[in-house]
C-alpha cells in the first residue's frame, strides 16, 4: 500500500490524467493527500457570454435526450465533449468549458435548489449580470420543458487535467486549432495572458490585462454584429492596417492571425532591464518623450518621468505598425485602436469633426455597400491614429467621394473588388496616411484621384430607383440638396457640392 505522500509524488511525475467523468463527479473530486479539489476559475478567464438562444438550446437537448434515450433502470450518457483543467494545489481550474459548466451549474440550482458542492467559480460583474439573465430564462422555462435531476448522473466529459499551466495552455492551443476552432482571438487572448509571468506582480498584471479584454469583447459593435468585439476588431481593423501595405492585400484568417499577433510579436529584452508592466514605445503622434511606458497601480506613466498618460486608451503612446511585445503591450494595443473606433462611433464626444464624421457616414456611408464601408472605416481608424480629429470632416468626405464612384462604376461590390481600391491606387491609401506627417498630405493624394472619379460621376445614369445605386444616389442627393434646388438632379456636379460642403464645414468648425 502506497502512503498518500508516495501518491502525490507519484501524482506530480504524471504531466496529464485524462479520463471520463460525469458532471456530478467532476465536482466531487479529492487530492491524493484527502483534500478536496474544488472546480475554480482564475482571474484571467474569459467572462460568460452564453446568450438566451445558447442556454435554451442546452436545456432542450438535454430534455430531448431524456425523453427519447433513457430507458428503464438504465441511464444512458450525454456526452458533452472535453474539459481541461489545470490543478494547483488544491484546485483545479478550469482551462477550457467553462461556458458549458457554469450553464449546467444554473440548471442544477433551479432543479436541486443548490450550486454543486465544490463549486468555487467567480465571476466578475459583467459575466454575474450574463448569469442572472441565464438563470431568470431557465426559470421561465416551463416545468414540462426541463430535464429531471438524474441529467446530471447522465452528463459526461472527456476530463484532462494538467499539472502545469503552460502544458495546460498548450493543449488549450492544440485541442482548438483542430477540428472546430475558437476564434482566434480567443488564442492571442490566452497566448499573451501566459506571456505574463514568472515575477512576483505577474497575476495582478494578469488579472488588469484579463479586465482590458473583457471590457473590449463586450464594446458596441463596428461594422459587426455578435457579442464579441474582439474578433471583428483583429479581423476588420488590426489585421488590414498592419498587413494591407502596397500591393498587397491578404484577407484576414485564422492562421495568419495567430503569425501576426502571435508567433511574430517580439519578447522583451531582458538586458535592457525589461519588466512585465514596462513595455517599449516608439515615436508617434502621441509619444515625442519617451521609449517605454510603465503599468504602475493601475495607472500608465511614461518610464524614468512623472508624466501620467491619458484615462483614454484611444491616447495610448502606441502605433497602428509598431512591433507588437509579448503580454501586456498586445491587451494596450487592442484596447487603444478599440478606443478609437468606439469614439468615433458610439462614445459621447463633443468634438465637432466627429460629429460630422457621423453624419457622412449616418448619410452616406450607410447607403452604400458594407465592404466599402469596411474600407472606410479602416482608413478613418489610422487617419485618427495619425492626425486625431484635425480635418476628419474633410477627410471623411474626400474618402466617400472615392468610395462612391466604385458603388457607381460597379452594379456589384465584393470584398476583393472594394480592397482593390488600396491595391490599384497609384499609391495604398492606409500607406499614404501612416507616412504622411500633415492631414493636407492625406486630402493632396486624395484630390489627384478626384479627375477620374469626376469622369464616373459625370458619365453616371444611374436612375433614382430600389436599385442599391438608386439607393445610393438618393442620399447623395439629399445630403448634399439641404435647399432641394430643383438643378440637383444628377451627378455630374457632385465634386463641386464636395468643395462648396468642405468650406461649409471647415467654417463650422472655427
Known amino acids: 500500500m502506497t502512503t498518500n505522500q508516495e501518491q502525490k509524488s507519484h501524482r506530480q511525475c504524471i504531466p496529464v490524467q485524462a479520463g471520463s467523468q460525469n458532471f456530478l463527479a467532476l465536482f466531487y473530486q479529492h487530492s491524493g493527500d484527502g483534500e478536496l479539489g474544488v472546480l475554480a476559475l482564475d482571474d484571467y478567464q474569459r467572462g460568460y457570454v452564453w446568450d438566451v438562444k445558447k442556454i435554451t438550446q442546452m436545456v432542450k437537448d438535454l430534455k430531448d435526450f431524456q425523453d427519447e434515450k433513457n430507458q428503464e433502470n438504465h441511464l444512458l450518457p450525454y456526452y458533452m465533449g472535453t474539459v481541461l483543467l489545470h490543478q494547483d494545489k488544491n484546485k483545479r481550474y478550469i482551462i477550457d468549458g467553462q461556458q458549458r459548466i457554469t450553464s449546467l451549474c444554473l440548471l442544477h440550482q433551479l432543479l436541486k435548489k443548490e450550486l454543486p458542492t465544490g463549486h468555487e467559480l467567480g465571476y466578475s460583474a459583467q459575466s454575474a449580470r450574463t448569469i442572472r439573465d441565464a438563470f431568470n430564462v431557465l426559470q421561465e422555462t416551463k416545468q414540462d420543458e426541463l430535464p429531471n435531476e438524474a441529467i446530471f448522473e447522465q452528463i459526461t466529459f472527456t476530463v484532462i487535467v494538467v499539472q502545469d499551466i503552460d502544458l495546460a495552455f498548450t493543449f488549450f492551443d492544440t485541442q482548438n486549432n483542430r477540428g472546430v476552432p475558437l476564434e482566434a482571438t480567443d488564442l492571442l487572448k490566452a497566448y499573451h495572458l501566459r506571456a505574463i509571468k514568472d515575477e512576483t506582480a505577474a497575476l495582478d498584471l494578469q488579472r488588469d490585462a484579463a479586465s482590458r479584454w473583457e471590457n473590449i469583447q463586450r464594446q458596441p459593435s463596428v461594422l459587426s454584429s455578435g457579442d464579441d468585439f474582439a474578433p471583428y476588431l483583429f479581423r476588420l481593423f488590426l489585421w488590414r492596417a498592419r498587413m494591407w501595405q502596397g500591393k498587397r492585400i491578404e484577407p484576414a484568417h485564422h492562421d495568419g492571425l495567430l503569425d501576426e499577433f502571435q508567433e511574430d510579436t517580439w519578447q522583451q529584452n531582458i538586458k535592457e532591464n525589461a519588466t512585465l508592466d514596462t513595455i517599449p514605445i516608439y515615436a508617434c503622434r502621441n509619444n515625442q518623450l519617451a521609449s517605454a511606458m510603465q503599468l504602475i497601480n493601475g495607472q500608465l506613466l511614461l518610464k524614468n518621468n512623472s508624466f501620467s498618460l491619458s484615462n483614454d486608451p484611444a491616447d495610448l503612446p502606441m502605433a497602428v505598425r509598431q512591433p507588437l511585445y509579448k503580454g501586456l503591450c498586445f491587451f494596450l494595443f487592442a484596447e487603444k485602436y478599440t478606443a478609437i473606433l468606439q469614439n468615433l462611433m458610439n462614445n459621447e464626444i463633443k468634438e465637432e469633426e466627429v460629429k460630422s464624421f457621423r453624419n457622412v457616414y449616418k448619410k452616406l ?71 504622411s506627417y500633415h492631414p493636407n498630405q492625406v486630402f493632396n493624394y486624395l484630390k489627384k484621384q478626384e479627375a477620374a472619379c469626376q469622369e464616373i460621376y459625370a458619365a453616371s445614369e444611374v436612375k433614382l430607383d430600389s436599385t442599391v445605386q438608386g439607393r445610393y444616389k438618393k442620399a447623395v442627393l439629399e445630403f448634399y440638396d439641404d435647399e432641394k434646388k430643383e438643378n440637383f438632379k444628377d451627378f455630374a456636379d457632385k465634386h463641386h457640392w464636395l468643395e462648396t460642403w468642405i468650406k461649409k464645414e471647415a467654417a463650422n468648425v472655427r
Not at 408 to 421: G, S
Open 365 to 435: 456611408l450607410l447607403a452604400n455597400q458594407i465592404y466599402l464601408r469596411e474600407i472606410f472605416m479602416v482608413s478613418s481608424l489610422l487617419y485618427v491614429d495619425q492626425f486625431g480629429y484635425a480635418g476628419l470632416s474633410e477627410f471623411a468626405l474626400r474618402l466617400e467621394y472615392a468610395l462612391g464612384s466604385i458603388r457607381l462604376d460597379k452594379k456589384q461590390v465584393r470584398r476583393e473588388t472594394a480592397a482593390n481600391y488600396f491595391r490599384d491606387g497609384q499609391l495604398n491609401l492606409l500607406d499614404v496616411i501612416i507616412q
